[in-house]
Structure formats: structure tokens, C-alpha cells
């Protein structure tokens, strides 16, 4: 079955570290997202990438890094410089398109240690 | 910037109908979404419009007035089961065809 999945379910991070979400779909979508979303908020975008090797940043970039070597991974490293990542990260994809649906993963909930 | 703009909360009864409205301001518009979302769960598709008017889609219906920059997603017939958030995002032209999302409207479904 096509789609895209998110690991791990559940992580916690120490004062100081670096963490990474991994985000990989095979619906052979170009673009993919990654979103921030706090309790009882809505999304608020991260990071995307139209095409493998390139990447922009969203609203709430700082904090955050991510890559795109292949197509179908676009992992997600929160880093000690965010000093607030307590939230729930949801991966998205699409193909190119005005009307094209995103397709979610299932979500990594971050929490601090 | 872009804003889109939501109830934070609305309670109906089983069986009942419930209107869920969104207005937005943005820099241009390549069309609306609507999207819901269980507490812990990944957001799953429910419509899309582009155009003015009404779209259905069994006991959900969406309508879009881009004059007025106004959405509603209706629901009838109200089941347990759609006690959820749900969330308006807009597509705006030239962003990376990403979505920009509102904060969304937590829906409880009373006996």
C-alpha cells in the first residue's frame, strides 16, 4: 500500500541534543512538509521541499534542519537550539498541483526530558 | 502575511446539523481545504474547492464564496464518531504549493 510514515511514534530529547524524525512516503510525491503543531493549535510549516537536493524554510524554521537526498525521505532534526520543541510533528506530501491534496503521516509526538 | 480564521470550539448534538465557518485573508488563493483531524492522529482529506459554490460529499458539504473570502464545511446528520478538530487551510500561489492552516475548530458531539 502507498504512503508515508513517520518513526518513531513517541520520542523524548535531553537538554542540549539533537534529535531527528524521519519522514519517508513511496506515493512517488515531489514535495514534501513537515509541520509543527502545539495543543489545541492548528499546523504551522516548518520546512518544504519541491524536489530532491532543495529545500525552503516555513514560518518557524529556526531551531530546525532537514535534508533531501532521495525522493522519498525527508527526515527532520530538531536541534538544541530549539528551546520550545515540545509539540507534534506531522510529515506531509504531495505532487505538484493547485489541486493536489497533502498526505499526512501519522505524526511523531516531541517531548522534553 | 497570511490569515485564516476559525472557532475555537463548537458542541452539537447527535443527529444534528453544525456549520463550521472560515474566513481568510491572503495574498492570493489556489484554493481551499478541509481537513479532520482525531486528538493524536494525522489530519485525513475530507474536500476541496476552487470555485464558488457548494461541493457534497455524502454527509459533508463545503461551500466557498472567494468574494467574501469565506468557507463552511456543513456536516449532517452528526455521528460520535465526528467529534474531531477540523481544519481550513488555504493554498496560496507560489508558496511551494504548501497549505496555510487556520488553528482549527474542536467539534464535540453531544447524546
Known amino acids: 500500500d502507498g504512503g508515508i510514515t513517520q518513526s518513531p511514534k513517541y520520542l523524548f530529547r535531553k537538554e542540549g541534543q539533537n534529535v531527528t524524525l524521519s519522514c519517508e512516503q513511496n506515493l512517488n510525491h515531489d514535495a514534501m512538509y513537515w509541520y509543527r503543531q502545539d495543543p489545541g493549535q492548528g499546523l504551522r510549516l516548518i520546512y518544504y521541499s519541491q524536489i530532491v537536493n532543495d529545500f525552503q524554510k516555513g514560518d518557524i524554521a529556526e531551531g530546525y534542519s532537514v535534508s533531501r537526498e532521495k525522493k522519498e525521505s525527508f527526515p527532520l532534526t530538531v536541534t538544541s537550539a530549539q528551546k520550545n520543541p515540545t509539540a507534534f510533528y506531522l510529515c506531509a506530501s504531495s505532487s505538484q498541483g493547485a489541486n493536489e491534496k497533502l498526505f499526512f503521516g501519522s505524526g511523531t509526538q516531541l517531548s522534553v526530558l | 502575511g497570511q490569515n485564516i480564521d476559525q472557532p475555537t470550539e463548537m458542541t452539537a448534538t447527535e443527529g444534528a446539523i453544525v456549520q463550521i465557518n472560515c474566513t481568510y485573508q491572503t495574498s492570493g488563493f489556489n484554493g481551499l481545504f478541509w481537513y479532520q483531524q482525531h486528538a493524536g492522529e494525522a489530519p485525513t482529506f475530507l474536500s476541496y474547492n476552487v470555485l464558488d459554490g457548494l461541493e457534497e460529499k455524502g454527509r459533508f458539504s463545503s461551500f466557498l464564496s472567494r468574494s467574501k473570502g469565506y468557507s463552511y464545511l456543513l456536516l449532517k446528520e452528526l455521528q460520535m464518531k465526528d467529534s474531531a478538530s477540523y481544519l481550513c487551510?488555504?493554498?496560496?500561489?507560489?508558496?511551494?504549493?504548501?497549505?496555510?492552516f487556520g488553528g482549527g475548530t474542536r467539534l464535540m458531539v453531544k447524546p
Open positions: 487551510a488555504v493554498r496560496v500561489p507560489g508558496a511551494g504549493n504548501m497549505l496555510t
